[in-house]
C-alpha cells in the first residue's frame, strides 16, 4: 500500500495552510461529555477558515432522547449510546454529503458507520469507534478482526479512541490484525498527554491506496485528548464547489455615468398610467446600466461554520489565552505551575461562555414579547428544534387489551397519533367511569372538611361573601365578573348599588 502521510501536531492556525477546498477533511474528537463541552466545541471548530466533511465524536456520554438538542448547523448528527450515561460514539455529517448508515457490531465497544457516497459512484465507508479500556481487549480484537472481514476492500477509514497505547508492547496483535487487512494506523504521535504519560490510543485507520494525507493533532485545551484529524489531499477533486457570482466594484466618472442613462429609452418610464409598471421599467433601466458598466467574476464562496451569536471578542480573546496556556504546558507537561495556569483558564473560559450566553438569551428575552418568537429563543438557546424529527416520534406503541380487543402493536406514524389522540381525548370519560356510584349527597362537603395537616380545602362559599367581593372590584371588572356569573353559574345574586 503507497500511502504517504504527514503526521505532525498543529496549531489552530497552522491548518490554514493545510487545508485545501478540494481535500477530504475528517476530525476525531474525545469529547468527554458533548453536553458539558457543546459549546466549548463550536468555539473550537469555528476557528478554521475551512469546515470539516466529517466531525467524529467519542465519549459524547448522552442518552438516546439527547441526539437532536446539541445541532451544528449545516450537519446531520448520528450516534451510538450507551443505556448508562457514559461512553458512546457519535458522527456529524455534512448536510452536503450523501451518505447512508452502515450497520456495525463491535463486542465492548460502541461504534456507528456511515457509507459516504461522492461524484463519480465513489464510496468511503467511515466508522468511528470508542471502547473503554475496561473492556475485555480480546473480546474487542476478535470482533474488530470480523468486522474488517465483512468490510472487505473497500475504501474505509476507522477512526476513534480504542485505548490501546500504540507505544507498548501490547499493542502489536492490534496492529497485526488491522495490518493483515492492508490497514495503516497513520497517527504516530501522542495524542493524549497527562503529567506522566504521553499515549497514542486515538487512531485513523485507513487502507487507502495512492493517496497523500496530512494528519496530525490540533492545539486544544478542552480535554486531555488531543483532536486528530485527517486530510485527504484533492480526494474531492471531481467535486462541485461552492461559488458565488459577484460584480466587481469599479471608479466610475460622473460623465461616463450620464452617458449611459441617457442612452437609455425611459418611454416606458414616462408615458405609463400605472405607477407600479413605472417602477419596474425605472429599475431595470438602473439594472441594465450597473450591469453595462461593471464586471462579473466567479468568487469561491467562504466554506465555514459560522460563530455563534454570543460568541464575542472577550470570549475569543479567552480561548487564544487558554490555548496558549495549553501548548506551553505540553512542551513541559511536568511543571505543575504551568499546568494550574492552563486549567485555571480553562474554567474560566467555560464560565465565559456560560455567562454571554445567559446575558445574549436574557436580552432577547426581555427584549421580546411575542410567545411564538419567545419559545423560538428558548429552542434556539437549549439546541431544541422547532419542527419534529424522526427521533421525536416512536417507532411503535404498544395499546394493551382491554374489554373490546385484544393487545394491538401500531407502527404507522399516521395510526400512532391517532391513538395517542384518543387516549388523551377519552381519559377523562373513561376515569369518571371508574367512580363508585353513590346517593351520599353530604360526600363532597364531608371530603372538603376533613383535611390533612399541612395542606388546603375549598369552604362553600354563599352569595354574600361573592356580592361582597365583587363591590370591591372596578366597574369593567364588575361587569365582566358579573356575565361570568350570571353564564357559568346561573347565580342571580347580583344586584346594582
Not at 456511515?114 to 470482533?143: E, I, P
Not at 490484525?177 to 492492508?182: C, P, T, V
Not at 496530525?216 to 480526494?235: E, M, Q, R, S, V
Request: contains cysteine; negative net charge.
Amino acid at each position: 500500500m503507497e500511502i504517504v502521510s504527514n503526521c505532525t501536531h498543529t496549531t489552530t492556525d497552522d491548518p490554514h495552510s493545510i487545508f485545501c477546498v478540494n481535500d477530504l477533511r475528517i476530525i476525531h474528537f474525545n469529547i468527554r461529555s458533548l453536553r458539558k463541552n457543546f459549546d466549548n466545541l463550536l468555539l473550537f471548530l469555528s476557528s478554521f477558515s475551512l469546515d470539516f466533511h466529517i466531525i467524529c465524536l467519542s465519549e459524547i456520554f448522552i442518552y438516546e432522547n439527547e441526539q437532536t438538542y446539541f445541532p451544528i448547523p449545516g450537519y446531520i448528527f448520528l450516534g451510538n449510546f450507551r443505556a448508562s450515561k457514559q461512553g458512546g460514539a457519535g458522527i456529524y455529517v455534512r448536510s452536503d454529503i450523501t451518505f447512508e448508515e452502515h450497520p456495525v457490531d463491535l463486542e465492548g465497544a460502541e461504534a456507528i458507520a456511515v457509507r459516504l457516497v461522492f461524484a463519480a459512484k465513489r464510496s468511503v465507508l467511515l466508522t468511528c469507534v470508542y471502547r473503554t479500556g475496561a473492556t475485555d481487549l480480546g473480546m474487542f480484537l476478535n470482533s474488530l478482526q470480523s468486522y474488517l472481514l465483512e468490510t472487505g476492500h473497500a475504501p474505509h477509514i476507522l477512526t476513534g479512541d480504542v485505548n490501546i497505547d500504540m507505544f507498548k508492547p501490547e499493542s502489536e496483535t492490534y496492529s497485526d490484525i488491522y495490518g493483515s487487512f492492508n490497514y495503516e494506523n497513520i497517527m504516530t504521535i501522542p495524542t493524549r498527554i497527562s503529567p506522566t504519560t504521553q499515549t497514542c490510543i486515538d487512531h485513523f485507520l485507513i487502507n487507502f491506496d495512492h493517496y497523500q494525507i496530512e494528519c496530525g493533532t490540533l492545539n486544544c485545551a478542552i480535554t486531555d485528548h488531543l483532536p486528530i484529524f485527517a486530510c485527504l489531499k484533492a480526494f474531492l477533486l471531481r467535486e462541485k464547489t461552492e461559488t458565488c457570482k459577484v460584480r466587481t466594484r469599479l471608479d466610475i466618472s460622473e460623465q461616463k455615468l450620464m452617458s449611459a442613462f441617457s442612452n437609455i429609452s425611459w418611454d416606458l418610464v414616462f408615458q405609463v398610467d400605472d405607477v407600479n409598471n413605472a417602477y419596474s421599467s425605472f429599475v431595470s433601466n438602473c439594472q441594465a446600466v450597473l450591469k453595462d458598466i461593471t464586471t462579473k467574476k466567479i468568487s469561491r464562496a467562504k466554506i465555514k461554520l459560522e460563530k455563534s451569536p454570543w460568541f464575542t471578542a472577550k470570549l475569543e480573546s479567552a480561548k487564544n489565552k487558554r490555548e496558549h496556556l495549553f501548548q506551553e504546558w505540553k512542551k513541559f507537561p511536568f511543571c505543575p505551575k504551568l499546568e494550574k495556569d492552563w486549567k485555571k483558564q480553562r474554567n474560566f473560559v467555560t464560565s465565559l461562555i456560560r455567562k454571554t450566553k445567559n446575558e445574549y438569551y436574557g436580552k432577547l428575552l426581555k427584549n421580546e414579547s411575542n410567545p411564538r418568537k419567545i419559545w423560538n429563543i428558548i429552542n434556539d438557546a437549549t439546541g431544541r428544534s422547532s419542527t419534529s424529527t424522526k427521533s421525536d416520534i416512536p417507532d411503535k406503541i404498544i395499546i394493551p387489551a382491554n374489554e373490546e380487543a385484544i393487545e394491538s402493536c401500531v407502527s404507522n406514524p399516521q395510526s400512532i397519533l391517532n391513538e395517542l389522540n384518543k387516549y388523551f381525548t377519552t381519559i377523562g370519560p373513561n376515569l369518571a367511569a371508574k367512580l363508585p356510584e353513590t346517593d351520599d349527597t353530604n360526600l363532597f362537603e364531608q371530603s372538603v372538611t376533613s383535611g390533612l395537616d399541612e395542606s388546603f380545602v375549598l369552604s362553600p362559599v354563599g352569595d354574600e361573601i361573592i356580592a361582597q367581593e365583587l363591590t370591591k372590584l372596578n366597574t369593567k371588572k364588575i361587569l365582566i365578573t358579573y356575565l361570568l356569573v350570571l353564564s357559568k353559574l346561573h347565580l342571580n345574586i347580583l344586584q346594582p348599588h
